[in-house]
């Protein structure tokens, strides 16, 4: 089956640093790479994602790029602000499957 | 905006006792799936169902763990009897499936067994 790998496990940046997260997978057939924010007791949340036939994807000050031959992915935020701090998780999807990675806890420094 | 619910958000039992989990998915979603997190192993796939048949239930123990879908609108997850080690936050999540991609969780449900 697939597995997804995530580093770091975790960062802390200077407000409006940029943060990068990375991940990688073992399945070829993997098609869909979603990314999860999830606050302190909240349900994670779906912030981007990216297709297998697409090399990269941006919305405001998220990016996610991808790397088929390599099998990775990542997850780019720019000018950090207090409230990206969260824990990030990464996902592959294989068939019906979801497989995720470990998580990044990432603290943003006022 | 169209979430995933759950109920109930907060469960306390003791150890023996029954615990049964809800989830209404997104109407139209064809995908239901049941995660638990806990600190030590992050998020576990348990079971996932596509048009209301279980396709992989693999993650549960299978002696007291049990996941089902009565209908398009309700799946629930059982445990019984319910161990301290079970303590965790099960979310449940809903997608349309492969073509589609998307997965969008629910709020889960925290359990604490005594």
């Known amino acids: 089956g697939e597995n997804v790998e995530q580093h770091p496990s975790t960062l802390s940046v200077q407000e409006g640093d940029s943060a990068v997260i990375k991940c990688t997978y073992s399945d070829s057939a993997s098609n869909y790479f979603p990314w999860y924010k999830q606050e302190l007791g909240k349900r994670p949340q779906l912030i981007i994602d990216i297709r297998s036939n697409v090399g990269e994807k941006k919305d405001q000050r998220i990016a996610v790029t991808l790397n088929k031959t390599a099998k990775h992915f990542s997850l780019h935020i720019t000018e950090t602000q207090p409230e990206d701090s969260a824990v990030y998780f990464c996902?592959?999807?294989?068939?019906?499957?979801?497989?995720f990675g470990t998580g990044t806890s990432l603290t943003v420094i006022p | 905006d169209a979430r995933v619910t759950q109920t109930p958000r907060d469960k306390v039992t003791e150890m023996g006792q029954e615990v049964t989990m809800r989830c209404q998915p997104i109407?139209?979603?064809?995908?239901v799936f049941w995660y638990r997190q806990t600190m030590m192993q992050g998020l576990e796939l348990l079971a996932y169902f596509r048009n209301r048949a279980p396709l992989d239930d693999s993650g549960m123990p299978k002696d007291r763990f049990s996941a089902e879908m009565p209908d398009a609108t309700l799946a629930t997850l059982k445990i019984q009897p319910s161990e301290p080690r079970d303590s965790a936050v099960y979310f449940c999540a809903s997608g349309l499936g492969p073509s589609r991609g998307e997965q969008l969780f629910g709020p889960g449900t925290r359990l604490t067994v005594l």
């Open positions: 109407l139209g979603h064809n995908t």
């Open positions: 996902a592959a999807r294989a068939g019906n499957q979801f497989y």
